[in-house]
């Protein structure tokens, strides 16, 4: 255990210094492109001050959490280990694929210089396309079975084929709304680096090298990009950072074989996406709107929580939900 912990606190401190040095760097550059985000004018008035502000930061925190794992996977290749880490390399595949789609999906939106990139069912069919591909190959490479632990039960109820429609619905699902919840400076992050805890003591608890280490750089990674994301933000990170960390999150639940759990520990994912969902039904059905706006974050704000407040609570639930999910593992 003593070895994780050095490796741990590595690729944390590598992942944290360069997240911090190349969106410091990055920012000019996106402002010299013009990147900068497109608000909504249907969204709360007080957001139009965030206009231009440069957008695609998450690239900058991708290549510093990939870099950092490269050298772990460098070491461990050499000590002759490097089969613990394939886990850990399907899982960043899932993140980077959904990274694209993201990175795809801001570039079309600057383009188009609106806040539409991407149509959502092409944004739809690659984010399934990238959910079977990697179940697809943990299946192969015998890390998952069909078989699905209920949280706070002995009870494992095999699902059979249809374990296979399950996953790529809680995949694409966590995905989208990790999105939903990049929509305040610092949320996404926030949250993100709360579940990363989770995740490290788990993989470090159960000596899960590669959970540890994609934890560690992701820990580390929104560490150092929050340095500029909170209120204030000086940088958004897109979709193209939103959408890599909805891979990594439901990635990780997926390689520790509970794929339930991030349901609990990403509660306030979930939480968004619900919110927008019932918005859009109720609307539909009744012509009334439950919240003020949605998704639920943008509600706070309508009803006078600052940004900073709604990071801060938001951050606090989500540790509540993951010291109720270490007992339900």
């Not at 709360?44 to 991708?62: D, Q």
């Amino acid at each position: 255990m003593g070895e994780l912990w050095i490796e741990f606190g590595a690729v944390f401190g590598i992942s944290f210094v360069l997240t911090a040095i190349l969106t410091r760097f990055i920012i000019p550059i996106l402002k010299g492109k013009k990147a900068g985000q497109h608000i909504l004018e249907i969204g709360p008035g007080w957001h139009a001050s965030k206009e231009g502000t440069p957008t695609m930061g998450g690239i900058a925190f991708i290549m510093a959490i990939l870099l950092s794992l490269v050298v772990v996977a460098i070491v461990y290749a050499v000590r002759g280990k490097q089969r613990e880490l394939i886990p850990l390399a399907l899982t960043m595949a899932l993140a980077v694929m959904n990274g694209m789609i993201g990175f795809v999906d801001d570039f079309c939106k600057l383009m188009k210089k609106q806040n539409q990139g991407l149509k959502a069912y092409q944004k739809f069919a690659l984010q399934v396309l990238a959910a079977v591909i990697y179940i697809f190959l943990l299946k192969l490479l015998g890390y998952i079975d069909t078989s699905v632990h209920i949280p706070f039960t002995a009870i494992t109820v095999e699902l059979g084929l249809v374990y296979y429609l399950f996953s790529v619905f809680v995949i694409v699902g966590m995905v989208n709304s990790v999105n939903l919840t990049d929509g305040i400076d610092g949320l996404a992050g926030t949250v993100t680096l709360v579940v990363f805890a989770f995740f490290a003591f788990v993989g470090i608890h159960a000596l899960h090298a590669s959970l540890t280490l994609i934890s560690a750089a992701l820990i580390g990674g929104m560490l150092g990009f929050l340095l500029y994301n909170l209120h204030p933000a000086k940088v958004f990170m897109g979709d193209t950072g939103s959408l890599f960390l909805g891979g990594a999150v439901t990635g990780a639940a997926f390689i520790l074989n509970e794929p339930m759990i991030v349901f609990l520990v990403g509660g306030m994912y979930v939480l968004e996406s619900v919110s927008v969902i019932l918005q859009v039904g109720s609307f539909k059905l009744r012509h009334k709107r439950i919240f003020k706006m949605a998704p639920i974050h943008h509600h706070f704000e309508k009803c006078g929580w600052k940004e900073g407040k709604i990071v801060i609570v938001f951050g606090l639930v989500t540790a509540a939900l993951c010291v109720l999910a270490w007992f339900g593992l």
